[in-house]
């Protein structure tokens, strides 16, 4: 079955599957999660997005990726190996490949239960912080959230039946946002939470 790009408005019952998916994951992964948090468009209170939850399992180490594997199988996440690293943003101080590794698992949801994404990054490295702060940025400047929407609602327009254009073409977007939510970040002294 082909994917299709659909932007759907905010819906409420986003945080309380993330809350449970959470809870979940925090007891099957048990000691190896740091922190595990919402992210992504789903984690921003009245954002369009797909119907979809981004997770952040953050860990001390990408070595413990089998074992977590193996901890998370009962949920049926799947581990995809082929995608272990992030878009990194043009001109990042840190262009080191290794702050932006990361561990990838799926699980396609059903009727009742959304898809998601289980993004796991090593605390503290450089794309752990970037979903962090993209996210809080986005929930305290609610005009940059809505261009950010039309956007999205805009590329899944023109291309519903490619996942990999609308990521394409999302993410100069988001380097963009980020130019502005570090400006924010400095300004307001904020940190990403240990």
Known sequence: MAYKVVIVDYRPEWARQYSRLAQEIRTFAGPLAARIDHIGSTS?????????????????????????????????????????????????PLQDKQQWTKAYFRRRGGEITPDVNLHVRVRGSANQRYALLFRDFLRADPLTAAAYAELKRRIAHHHPDSIADYIDIKDPAFDLIMGA???????????PPL
């Open 44 to 92: 921003v209170p009245g954002l369009a997005a797909k119907d979809l939850i981004d997770i952040q399992l953050s860990v001390e180490s990408l070595d413990c990726v089998n074992e977590l594997a193996d901890r998370l199988h009962p949920l049926q996440l799947e581990y995809m190996p082929e995608y272990n690293e992030d878009h990194i943003p043009p001109g990042s």
């Open 181 to 191: 939510a570090e400006m924010w970040a400095r300004h307001n002294g904020w940190q």
